[in-house]
């Protein structure tokens, strides 16, 4: 059960668990995860493995735009 706070700024969501329902992981998971948003907020993922903001989430967080570094050609 999540219970979601409202109260203050309704239209900041805030969750709050019981502590009892959260579980730890054994080891860090790098792995893919399934977001219905997630093709909506991200144009994909580079060669490291971290995603690619859309131009809005750069704006709003001051990120960078993502560039692909040149190809070395005498290497």
């Known amino acids: 059960m999540v219970l979601v706070d409202v109260h203050v700024d309704p239209d900041l969501l805030v969750a709050y668990v019981p502590e009892e329902n959260l579980l730890a992981p054994d080891g ?3 792995g893919r ?3 219905p ?15 690619i903001p859309i131009k809005q989430l750069r704006e709003k967080y001051n990120r960078p735009r993502h560039e692909v570094p040149p190809i070395d050609e005498d290497a």
Request: aromatic share 28%; no cysteine; glycine share 14%.
């Open 28 to 30: 860090p998971n790098k």
């Open 37 to 51: 948003y997630l093709s909506f907020l991200f144009y994909g993922m580079d060669g490291a493995g971290d995603y």
């Open 33 to 35: 995860f399934d977001h």
